[in-house]
């Protein structure tokens, strides 16, 4: 368990909440519900917040691939949002410091307050929030509360603070950033199951900030996470290629438990090859589809629990305390 | 039920058979496998027949797209095949015209006796082989030779012997033109037991060859098959755009009854759309990622059984028999 001893202190308000759809142009789920928002965003609608409702790579969305030049996704790091406007920039990094225009600048005072980054995973991952730090009270509270609200239905959360293996996502502008990730769902393909797994959770995630921007207070919370751990590849042979497959006993099996000596890959010569690892760990993104490229088989993860530091109430209610 | 009065006649052995990957560049079981095999062919080799695995698509394979320019699948018309080369050809109209060079020319006798082209498909189709024709006494009896070797596991047939439906495929270079389309499967995706059900339908469609050429004699046979009958596209509004999902009492339920009246549509307006045909079908490549672009939400087909003429037996084993 990790204890986080943060003094308690008010938060301001949420006041600018954004949602993208579309950070990835074929995960279809964020682009269809962003594009239904933008035409009526009645369902979005939250007293005390302003809720944008926002295509993140609209040239990707429009052609339906991942990305045009680069991963958005991978984009928002400090390199490419300083770099000088020039004919051959990516695409993607053209519209990281756009984005960045309008919605931060990343690690400041103006930037918005939440960023929902909607995305789809190949992986049977059901519905997933993302957190990219241990530190975050209003995001610890607001996933506890999400986990309240849509019980018996479970949404993990996978914390990605790893030194090597975070990454500077499109929702890193924004002071609370949390990817929704949801599946398993193809690229291309909008599946109704996947779709309204994603909008409650949503759904939850607004209700929550209207609460707290309303003054509710949040008494201390603990949430059980899994902390990305490792990446792990694809087999391959000596020229690089993929030599064997992610093992039938481990396919659709994220979450669950990995334990050494247990199939991970099946070998194309016939053999399999077992996880070498010395204790049991929670393989997730099991075979996604877009990681191929960036060879993973699988991150694992360890379970972990996170206490907020005490209860969270933002600065207008612990004004009125005093 | 059609029956078909065929004369009886033999047929030439089938000594020339190529086995297609990657006609779709992201449809990863046919690319795997025929990458597998241009290694390593043992697993396909046949007494009394040559089989060549060949990748039809590489640029697409190489970016794993379905295609580069125009989808490879569609581009086997007389229009096609005869233009002149120039420049701006599209990638895969020249490719189209190097394949019938090489495993043609398509309606020739130099043409090759059976091409197998290996797809997957985001549907939940299970395996299946695709025919173009009712008049293919050869494939007839090799799907039905399929189908009992395959028991209890099941290979579905479809025909598409549409007039409009019907499109000028990669395969359709061969004599003999079949498809294997195996689903579900993610693009971009290899899934262990998605790929071990193309594996098995190939390799007993392999043994039969084998065995008709040894000149073993199939008696008449009848086969149940799906017709292709109707496309239906995804609902859309005024603009063009797709207003609603497939619904989810038909998502994943390919091959399995429609009635009038039962649900097909979940409107992003809350309504449900309805089949409004006047007869039960079997719905199949329901929620197609690569077919949104083809406006095609799923087709509808009706079962038919079909009869082989007569006994099917080479041209070698009726002289014996003279």
Same mark, same amino acid.
């Given at each position: 368990m990790t204890s986080c001893h943060r003094g308690a202190k008010g938060l301001s308000r949420a006041e600018r909440v954004a949602i993208f759809g579309g950070s990835h142009g074929n995960e279809m789920s964020g682009v269809t519900l962003v594009k239904l928002w933008l035409e009526n965003g009645v369902e979005i609608r939250r007293r005390g917040v302003e809720v944008t409702p926002f295509i993140a790579n609209p040239r990707a969305v429009e052609t339906c691939t991942r990305y045009i030049d680069s991963d958005l996704n991978r984009a928002f790091t400090t390199e490419n949002l300083r770099a000088p406007h020039c004919e051959d920039l990516p695409y993607e990094v053209r519209r990281a410091q756009e984005i960045n225009q309008i919605f931060g600048p990343?690690?400041?005072?103006?930037?918005?307050?939440v960023i929902f980054d909607l995305h789809n995973t190949t992986?049977?991952?059901?519905g997933t929030v993302i957190l990219?730090?241990?530190?975050?009270d209003f995001n610890l509270q607001m996933v506890h509360y999400i986990q309240s609200a849509i019980a018996p239905a479970s949404c993990s959360v996978l914390v #990605?603070?790893?030194?090597?293996?975070?990454y500077a996502t499109t929702r890193s502008v924004a002071k609370h950033a949390l990817g929704l990730e949801v599946g398993p769902q193809p690229q291309g393909v909008v599946r109704g199951d996947i779709l309204e797994i994603m909008r409650k959770i949503l759904k939850h995630a607004l209700d929550f900030i209207e609460l707290f921007n309303g003054g509710m207070e949040f008494p201390p919370c603990t949430v059980d996470v899994y902390r990305v751990s490792e990446r792990v590849d694809y087999p391959r042979d000596e020229c690089g290629n993929?030599?064997?497959?992610?093992h039938p006993d481990l396919q659709d099996r994220d979450w669950e438990p990995l334990n050494p000596g247990e199939p991970i890959f099946q070998m194309f010569d016939g053999r399999t090859m077992l996880y070498e690892g010395d204790s049991t760990v929670y393989p997730t993104f099991? #075979?996604?589809?877009?990681?191929y490229e960036k060879r993973q088989a699988f991150v694992t993860t360890r379970k972990d629990q996170l206490e907020s530091s005490k209860e969270l109430l933002h600065q207008t209610s612990i004004n009125r305390r005093l």
């Amino acid at each position: 368990m990790t204890s986080c001893h943060r003094g308690a202190k008010g938060l301001s308000r949420a006041e600018r909440v954004a949602i993208f759809g579309g950070s990835h142009g074929n995960e279809m789920s964020g682009v269809t519900l962003v594009k239904l928002w933008l035409e009526n965003g009645v369902e979005i609608r939250r007293r005390g917040v302003e809720v944008t409702p926002f295509i993140a790579n609209p040239r990707a969305v429009e052609t339906c691939t991942r990305y045009i030049d680069s991963d958005l996704n991978r984009a928002f790091t400090t390199e490419n949002l300083r770099a000088p406007h020039c004919e051959d920039l990516p695409y993607e990094v053209r519209r990281a410091q756009e984005i960045n225009q309008i919605f931060g600048p990343k690690g400041s005072q103006d930037a918005y307050d939440v960023i929902f980054d909607l995305h789809n995973t190949t992986s049977n991952m059901g519905g997933t929030v993302i957190l990219e730090s241990t530190q975050d009270d209003f995001n610890l509270q607001m996933v506890h509360y999400i986990q309240s609200a849509i019980a018996p239905a479970s949404c993990s959360v996978l914390v #990605n603070d790893h030194p090597v293996l975070k990454y500077a996502t499109t929702r890193s502008v924004a002071k609370h950033a949390l990817g929704l990730e949801v599946g398993p769902q193809p690229q291309g393909v909008v599946r109704g199951d996947i779709l309204e797994i994603m909008r409650k959770i949503l759904k939850h995630a607004l209700d929550f900030i209207e609460l707290f921007n309303g003054g509710m207070e949040f008494p201390p919370c603990t949430v059980d996470v899994y902390r990305v751990s490792e990446r792990v590849d694809y087999p391959r042979d000596e020229c690089g290629n993929i030599s064997g497959l992610v093992h039938p006993d481990l396919q659709d099996r994220d979450w669950e438990p990995l334990n050494p000596g247990e199939p991970i890959f099946q070998m194309f010569d016939g053999r399999t090859m077992l996880y070498e690892g010395d204790s049991t760990v929670y393989p997730t993104f099991i #075979n996604e589809a877009a990681y191929y490229e960036k060879r993973q088989a699988f991150v694992t993860t360890r379970k972990d629990q996170l206490e907020s530091s005490k209860e969270l109430l933002h600065q207008t209610s612990i004004n009125r305390r005093l």
